[in-house]
């Protein structure tokens, strides 16, 4: 699968965010970071924005629920227009009948880990998705520090994806930059969320590309890669 490089609009000005999803058109999604101050200790946008940033861009939101009670309200951001709808294990009461009812909707389902979670008592859930996130800082803020300790997670996550021969899309969230993105993508991810390092540059189209480039030159050169 091809490297894909999703810009999170956390990092992005809020007040001009129509602006902000088309600055970065290139890229492959837009990730969009829903937070209710309940689940994390932050607030950002709902159903109501999520409805007019499907308007105002081409580019297909991949929205990540950073929120309780997720069985009830992820359906909703499907029904907003979102292609791609992440929930977290942590706050969903039943994960496989909500990635089916995703899935049922017309999305694509996809399901995250805290970075205490364990990818292990998920394994048998992996064919009910489309993609699994695995949150490389506690989720809630942009900003923070890449965590190098979720590497041995998301190389155990890659081999689980291979033995079960899955076209499971790896996705990692949180202090992904031009000095993170390569160990990411040599551990096994293949889809990189980087608010702070697209946002913040001069250039967030331009900040696309060179991470694009650092990712497929990581993967060309990553055993898993060179193993399917
Ligand atoms: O979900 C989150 C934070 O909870 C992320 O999507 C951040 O928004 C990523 O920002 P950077 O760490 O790349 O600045």
Redesign the pocket.
């Given at each position: 699968m091809a490297v894909q490089i999703n810009p999170?609009i956390?990092?992005a000005d809020f007040a001009r965010l129509a602006e902000e999803a088309k600055a970065v058109e290139g890229a492959d999604w837009l990730?969009v970071?829903v937070m209710d101050n309940h689940f994390?200790p932050n607030l950002t946008l709902g159903v109501p924005v999520v409805e007019s940033l499907v308007r105002a861009t081409d580019t297909p939101l991949d929205c990540?629920l950073?929120i309780q009670d997720a069985d009830r309200w992820a359906p909703q951001y499907v029904e907003a227009g979102a292609s791609s709808v992440t929930f977290h294990a942590e706050a969903a009461a039943a994960p496989v009948r909500l990635a089916r009812e995703i899935r049922a909707k017309g999305a694509r389902a996809s399901m995250a880990l805290k970075p205490a979670t364990p990818i292990e008592p998920y394994e048998d859930l992996l064919p009910e998705l489309d993609m699994l996130l695995i949150m490389t800082?506690e989720?809630?803020?942009?900003?923070?520090a890449f965590l190098d300790i979720m590497l041995p997670k998301i190389r155990r996550t890659r081999e689980l994806i291979s033995k079960h021969g899955l076209e499971l899309w790896l996705q990692v969230?949180?202090?992904?930059s031009a000095s993170t993105i390569e160990q990411c993508a040599e551990a096994g991810a293949d889809v990189f969320?980087?608010?702070?390092?697209v946002y913040g540059a001069a250039d967030p189209s331009a900040a696309v590309r060179a991470l694009r480039t650092q990712a497929e030159r990581a993967t060309a050169r990553s055993s898993w890669a060179c193993d399917d």
């Open positions: 999170s956390l990092s990730h970071d994390v990540h950073m800082v989720p809630g803020f942009g900003g923070q969230d949180g202090g992904v969320v980087a608010g702070s390092a």
